[in-house]
C-alpha cells in the first residue's frame, strides 16, 4: 500500500480533521471515518480476499460453463439424442407460450365482456331510475 497516501487509514493530520468534520457535518459520517482510521487495513485484506474469492468463483462458472449442451461429449449418438430433446423441449415450450398468450387474450376478452356488461346495466338502472323521470331542472329560492 502506497504509505505516502494523504488518507491512509492511520492518524494523520487530514484523517483526523476528516473525521472532526464528519462528527460536526452529520455523526455517522465522523464514525464511517473513525472506522477508517482503526480498520482501514483490515478492510483492504477483506476486499482484497473478497475479490480473490469471487474471481475464483467465476472461473469456476466459466470452466463449468464449457460442459454446455450444445458441447461434444465424444458419443455421437447421445448427443444426436440430446440436440432432438433439446429441439423437441424448445416446440413444447413455444407452444406453451404460444397456449398461454391465447389464454391471457381469451380472459381479457372475458373481462373487458364483464365490464361492458356491468356498465351497460349501470346506464340501465341509472335512466330508469325515479330520480331521472323528473328531467325539469331544479329551481332555487331567489331572494327578493
Do not use: H
Not at 19 to 41: C, D, K, N, Q, S
Not at 89 to 101: F, I, K, V
Amino acid at each position: 500500500m502506497n504509505q505516502s497516501a494523504m488518507l491512509r487509514p492511520d492518524w494523520t493530520p487530514a484523517t483526523v480533521a476528516l473525521m472532526v468534520l464528519g462528527f460536526v457535518v452529520f455523526w455517522p459520517l465522523g464514525l464511517a471515518m473513525l472506522a477508517y482510521i482503526l480498520f482501514g487495513e483490515k478492510f483492504q485484506t477483506f476486499k482484497r480476499d473478497a475479490n480473490r474469492k469471487a474471481d475464483e468463483a467465476f472461473n469456476w462458472c466459466r470452466s463449468a460453463r464449457a460442459g454446455t449442451p450444445f458441447s461434444s461429449t465424444g458419443n455421437v449418438a447421445f448427443d444426436d439424442w440430446r440436440k432432438a430433446e433439446l429441439e423437441r423441449l424448445d416446440e413444447e415450450r413455444r407452444r406453451l407460450d404460444e397456449m398461454r398468450a391465447d389464454f391471457d387474450a381469451y380472459a381479457r376478452e372475458l373481462r373487458r365482456a364483464k365490464d361492458q356488461e356491468e356498465f351497460d346495466r349501470f346506464m340501465r338502472d341509472r335512466r330508469n331510475s325515479p330520480a331521472n323521470a323528473d328531467q325539469t331542472p331544479p329551481t332555487y329560492p331567489t331572494t327578493a
